[in-house]
């Protein structure tokens, strides 16, 4: 997840999903378990912990699959069913990167040709001079980040919803998570499964 600067885009959802038999979540003031399956351990604790601070935000209570489980591999069901079940835990979110796309583009320097002239006119004087360029190549670079976002309820014993989602040249690993809770958040609202916060 080593995320490059440049022009970012906030994460959007390009698809989402929601159980037929989901009812509303009720995560406030619950306690919440954030996921984030990387390979990376300190990556993991990082973004758990960032994770964690947003489910807080939004009324839960924010908790991280590391600090509950050191070590949980993905697979291990049983042991992590019963360390959430024995923290009385009623939501867990899961984030999984699923695909990062980096297209670079390399722009060669352009400089005019040797012979400015075009059949004896000045149309490739002005060619030549319109179309000179430095000697330096430019560099660009596109980072692409495609996320899955998991919402489980302990209560109702299922997956309740799911979204895939992108962004463009995430400058953080703070900066994803931040945009991708807020969007989840959103689209939890519009199906039903959260209440919007009332103004203060």
Request: proline share 5%; aromatic share 6%.
């Amino acid at each position: 997840m080593a995320l490059l600067s440049g022009c970012a885009s906030a994460p959007a959802y390009t698809s989402t999903w929601k159980s037929p038999e989901a009812t509303p979540l009720g995560f406030k003031g619950q306690k919440v378990v954030a996921a984030v399956i990387v390979k990376d351990d300190d990556q993991r604790r990082l973004a758990e912990n960032r994770l964690a601070q947003q489910i807080a935000a939004y009324g839960a209570e924010g908790r991280t699959m590391h600090s509950l489980l050191p070590g949980a591999a993905p697979g291990n069901e049983a042991a992590i069913r019963t360390a959430l079940e024995a923290a009385g835990v009623k939501g867990l979110i899961v984030l999984q990167p699923i695909y990062i796309d980096r297209d670079v583009r390399v722009t060669p320097a352009y400089e005019g040709g040797g012979s400015a002239s075009l059949w004896g006119s000045n149309y490739g004087s002005g060619f030549a001079l319109s179309y000179s360029s430095p000697r330096e190549a430019s560099v660009s670079e596109k980072t692409v980040v495609y996320l899955e976002t998991r919402v489980y309820s302990l209560d109702q014993n299922r997956l309740v919803w799911a979204g895939q989602s992108k962004s463009t040249n995430p400058e953080t690993l703070t900066e994803l998570i931040e945009g991708i809770s807020a969007a989840t958040v959103s689209e939890l609202e519009k199906a039903g499964l959260v209440r919007q916060q009332a103004s203060p």
